[in-house]
């Protein structure tokens, strides 16, 4: 298992939660081990209120942000391929079914699946524990 630890993050402006004031955030998305995980904190400029959370889940919206900020990562996988294997960690990863993972294989095996670095670096360390050749990439646009 990889130990190393990757992450990308924003900065977002969101209510206080103590005074309903505008305060500014902070989020990151980890890739710790084998897990992914959503860290936010915030402490209110006008009331002092400091809130972190840890270990969530990516809301789109800021995950949408994240790929603006810092682009989109591709998942690459060497060719020969073994695209049964592929399948089997896509399929257990993505919680999809035999006709989605089909259509996100033909992407990764064309170098079009993307999404951000945490993301994409999660599933090739998945791949490479199943003795397949995969790595994640920033993509130049």
């Not at 959503?38 to 789109?60: I, K, M, N, Y």
């Not at 996988?77 to 592929?86: L, M």
Request: net charge negative; with cysteine; charged share 25%.
């Amino acid at each position: 298992m990889e130990k190393s630890i990757l992450v990308e993050s924003i900065r977002y402006s969101a209510v206080c939660q103590g005074c309903g004031a505008e305060a500014e955030w902070c989020g990151v998305q980890a890739l710790v081990g084998e897990a992914l995980r959503w860290d936010v904190e915030s402490t209110c400029p006008a009331c002092g209120f400091a809130l972190a959370v840890c270990g969530g889940d990516l809301p789109e919206e800021l995950r949408g942000r994240l790929l603006s900020e810092h682009g989109r990562a591709k998942l690459r996988v060497a060719p020969p391929t073994r695209n049964a294997a592929i399948m089997r960690v896509l399929r257990a990863e993505l919680g999809i079914g035999l006709d989605g993972v089909r259509a996100v294989l033909e992407q990764v095996l064309t170098g079009q699946y993307s999404g951000t670095l945490p993301e994409m670096e999660l599933l090739a360390r998945k791949l490479r524990a199943s003795g397949i050749e995969a790595a994640a990439s920033r993509t130049v646009d």
